[in-house]
T-cell receptor
Framework: QKEVEQNSGPLSVPEGAIASLNCTYSDRGSQSFFWYRQYSGKSPELIMSIYSNGDKEDGRFTAQLNKASQYVSLLIRDSQPSDSATYLCAAEGGGGSYIPTFGRGTSLIVHP | KAGVTQTPRYLIKTRGQQVTLSCSPISGHRSVSWYQQTPGQGLQFLFEYFSETQRNKGNFPGRFSGRQFSNSRSEMNVSTLELGDSALYLC????????????FGQGTRLTVV
């Protein structure tokens, strides 16, 4: 059973701080990793994808992947109240399958 | 560029009935996947279609089925509805099968009473 684990939170950070969201996955064969943001009552929105070990930066977002530790993280710099949402981590590609496995999500609250 | 369009947005059905949901992918996208999202189970993969063929299937009973048309539009059908089928059903499209970046539609909120 492939699993992706996330702390459900909520993670509360003050405006302007760095929010750090973490995710672990069980399938060592997973090749592709994604972070989705989901506002309450809305559908998930892809914000980052990462395929190689190391860091990938896109604006205020940085995704980090460590395949040896089976660990993925998302850093949000200069957090804004508009970043308040649930962040879903997904892993895909183990065993030639393209079926993604999603974590349950971490709720982030950025307070002014 | 229009996004993924799902219809209807909301549905209320009675136990035992069947339901059909529709999804139009982003123009040029040929792969369509369906997901069920519930508070208890999170986001779970139902199936993926590419070129009118089901490529992958998640761990759901045979009451859940789908199809894809030649224009890449997709439908999913749930027969003999159960209360536990109440969920947000999401469709996601991607450019090609095996291209992992997927873009979600707004979803269909199904309530079974």
């Amino acid at each position: 059973q492939k699993e992706v684990e996330q702390n459900s939170g909520p993670l509360s950070v003050p405006e302007g701080a760095i929010a750090s969201l973490n995710c672990t996955y069980s399938d060592r064969g997973s090749q592709s990793f994604f972070w989705y943001r989901q506002y309450s009552g809305k559908s998930p929105e892809l914000i980052m994808s990462i395929y190689s070990n190391g860091d990938k930066e896109d604006g205020r977002f940085t995704a980090q992947l460590n395949k040896a530790s089976q660990y993925v993280s998302l850093l949000i710099r200069d957090s804004q109240p508009s970043d308040s949402a649930t962040y879903l981590c997904a892993a895909e590609g183990g065993g030639g399958s393209y079926i993604p496995t999603f974590g349950r999500g971490t709720s982030l609250i950025v307070h002014p | 560029k229009a996004g993924v369009t799902q219809t209807p947005r909301y549905l209320i059905k009675t136990r035992g009935q069947q339901v059909t949901l529709s999804c139009s992918p982003i123009s040029g996208h040929r792969s369509v996947s369906w997901y069920q999202q519930t508070p208890g189970q999170g986001l779970q993969f139902l199936f993926e279609y590419f070129s009118e063929t089901q490529r992958n299937k998640g761990n759901f009973p045979g009451r859940f089925s789908g199809r894809q048309f030649s224009n890449s539009r997709s439908e999913m059908n749930v027969s003999t509805l159960e209360l536990g089928d109440s969920a947000l059903y999401l469709c996601a499209s991607s450019l090609e099968a095996g291209v992992p970046e997927a873009f979600f539609g707004q979803g269909t909120r199904l309530t079974v009473v």
